[in-house]
């Protein structure tokens, strides 16, 4: 790829080395900087378990991972398809000792994309970036950002903040938005903006390996300028049993640059997989006592599965100091920071699902919508909590 293809590809890389040798990482680091711009290395210097993996890809997202296999390899085989479990496109690149062909077939048996062979040229490096560019097209682009919103408890108004925001976030300038209901069980999204299709998530998902522009076109609606992902009308078999959310979370990060995903709740393998996936979560409450032991254990589940505390945001929404818990109560309690409060609003919240229409701004709840849009576009702080407290803190800690 000569230099001025290079200057065509937009946004910064991360590319993910599972290597021993700290050479062959600042080698190769270096021959792909002349053709991938902004280019930052992750290194890992042993194999990985699957856990790890999928910690590492989660908080990373690499856009092309790098694997030394050298003797023994059974383990650096074994690892390539653990890789593809956390991200099935990603590209990864074999890194051979020689040219040995039985080894080469393995390794693309495996689900290598491509191999480069020591010692490692400009030429070998050139080749892998133009296949790439034409096997992975979407990892050329600069990926948008997706937020994914988890009520910690039935009730709490996920689904209304993100259908909300997800229409104010076109304040940020001219950009492509897309709004998806991924609740297989009980998606409401449809119910709060007043919209009917034929189709649904599930027909992007029955078609995950091919998904194509002609068929997201057909199964988003457009509504105010925000493409509308819907979740299914009736209940089907099998939904209870989906486990990977991620090729529609993918194909929408490559395709939109701000997408909004409406999770069902926390638990269970397919909210996961849109949690590993998200670049950020927000976790939705009420200062309701039992919304916030919710949150502690939704917290928990989340610790425990290896979502990153560090992208989890926590709401507080109908808040009212004069009922429930203080924020200073909640923060301390729960030993993490409230990203935004949400007041209460029921007025105006009920009269936009009778309308089908988001908020106005001029209501309290828009306000604090613009508000969470000026904190995601770091216009501003979020809330942090105050020094520690007694009394009421026992309560959280009985159940920690």
Known sequence: MSQPQAAKVNGSWKALFICRNEKITRDL????????????????????????????????????????????????????PELLRADSKLPIVALLPSDDPELILRCLRQGASDFLIAPFTSEQVEGAVQKIARLYPSRMQSPGKVYCFMPAKGGCGASTIASNLAYQLKRLGEK????????????????????????????????????????????????????????????????????????????????????????????????????????????????ELTALQAVQRSLGYLDANNIPHYKIRLIVNRYDRHVGLSKEVIGTALHTDIYHLMPADYEAIQKSLM???????????????????????????????????SGILSMFSRTS
């Open 176 to 287: 492509r938005i897309l709004l998806a209901d991924l609740d297989p069980l009980a998606g409401t999204l449809s119910f709060l903006l007043k919209i009917k299709s034929s189709y649904s998530f599930l027909d992007a998902l029955a078609r995950s390996h091919d998904i194509d522009a002609d068929l997201w076109r057909a199964v988003v609606t457009n509504r105010q300028g925000i493409d509308v992902l819907l979740a299914p009308e009736v209940m089907t078999e099998g939904m209870t049993e989906l486990t990977d959310a991620s090729s529609i979370i993918e194909y929408a990060r490559a395709t939109y640059d701000l997408v909004v995903l409406d999770a069902g709740s926390v638990y269970g393998d397919w909210n996961l997989s849109q949690a590993q996936h998200a670049d950020e979560i927000f976790l939705v409450s009420t200062n």
């Open 29 to 80: 680091t270096a021959l792909f900087v002349h053709h991938l711009p902004a280019l930052a290395a992750i290194n890992l210097d042993a194999y990985p378990s699957r856990h790890q993996i999928a910690s590492v890809v989660a908080a990373e997202s690499p856009k092309l991972c790098l694997i030394e296999i050298t003797e023994p390899n059974e383990k650096a085989l074994e690892t390539i």
């Open 355 to 389: 309308d089908g229409k988001p908020l106005p701004p001029t209501t309290n709840f828009g306000k604090s919508i613009l508000g969470l849009v000026d904190l995601l576009s770091g216009s501003s702080e979020p809330h942090k909590k105050n020094s520690s407290l």
